[in-house]
Each structure stands twice: as structure tokens, then as C-alpha cells.
């Protein structure tokens, strides 16, 4: 998997930031947070945002399913710093966005995550309801000109 293009390791790239506090217990043998532990990390912080976007999938009788996450440790992160996770909407489709997000300690980029979601209903995959996409093309990322 090739490294993230070096502007995700911008924290002006992303429109919504949470601080997530790392816990002495996410420390591995290396003495370094564990990765399951970052996955955990990006999941909350994912969750925030969707909650920043001001809908929830209950509410239009949908369920938002993970089909895919991809997650880049980029440089070792530490206790008892607080992962500073930034994230924005990377892209949307018809039925399913991308999260992009990029964890930071200390001002540094430490790993990025990519998540698509897609929505589901009983009757299957459901579209992206209006009031959901402008939420979201107001959370797009910012890419360098």
C-alpha cells in the first residue's frame, strides 16, 4: 500500500476536529499505543463526526454499515499524549462516503484513516438523502490547489 500523499498530513486538509484521549492500557510491548487501539481511536472519532454531520441513520430508518477501512500508521504515537483525530468527507458516491481522517499527536501526523460507509435499509442499499449531502459537501476535504 503506498503512503498517503504527504497533504494528509495537514491538519488544515480536514473541517471537523476531536481529541481523543490514548489510555495507558492501549501501550504495547514496544511501548508504543497499540494499532488495534488507534483503529478504536479513528472509530470514535468517525462517530463524532457523523454526529457533527447532524443526522443519524435511526432517524430516516437506515443503517450505516463500515464496508472498508484503511488505516496508515505513519510515525509511532504515545501515552499519555491525546490523539487529536481531524477528519473530513473524502468522497461520496450514490449509496456510500469515505471518511478521510488523519490522527495527530503533538502536532505531528501519526496515521490517517480511510472508511467508506454505505447505507443500508430493509430493502437494501439506500441513496444518500439530500439533506445528508449537503452536510457532507460542507465537510469536504481540502485538497492543495
Known amino acids: 500500500m503506498a503512503k498517503p500523499e504527504s497533504w494528509r498530513f495537514s491538519p488544515d486538509a480536514y473541517r471537523f476536529i476531536t481529541s481523543i484521549d490514548t489510555r ?3 501501550l504495547d510491548t ?3 499505543i497499540n494499532n488495534v487501539a488507534i483503529s478504536g481511536i479513528f472509530e470514535t472519532a468517525r462517530i463524532r463526526f457523523h454526529h457533527h454531520l447532524g443526522r443519524h441513520p435511526q432517524e430516516q430508518g437506515v443503517r450505516w454499515l463500515v464496508a472498508n477501512v484503511n488505516l496508515n500508521f ?3 504515537s ?18 456510500s ?3 478521510s481522517s488523519a490522527g495527530f499527536q503533538k502536532g505531528v501526523c501519526v496515521a490517517t484513516c480511510d472508511t ?9 442499499r439506500r441513496m444518500i ?3 445528508l449531502r449537503e452536510a457532507m459537501e460542507r465537510n ?4 492543495p490547489d
Open 129 to 131: 438523502d439530500d439533506t
Open 30 to 32: 514496544m511501548g508504543h
Open 116 to 124: 467508506t460507509v454505505v447505507t443500508h435499509g430493509a430493502e437494501g
Open 97 to 99: 462516503w469515505t471518511i
Open 78 to 95: 504515545h501515552f499519555p499524549y491525546p490523539f487529536e483525530v481531524h477528519c473530513a468527507i473524502g468522497h461520496i458516491g450514490r449509496t
Open 140 to 143: 469536504f476535504l481540502r485538497k
Open 74 to 76: 505513519i510515525e509511532e
Open 24 to 26: 495507558f492500557q492501549d
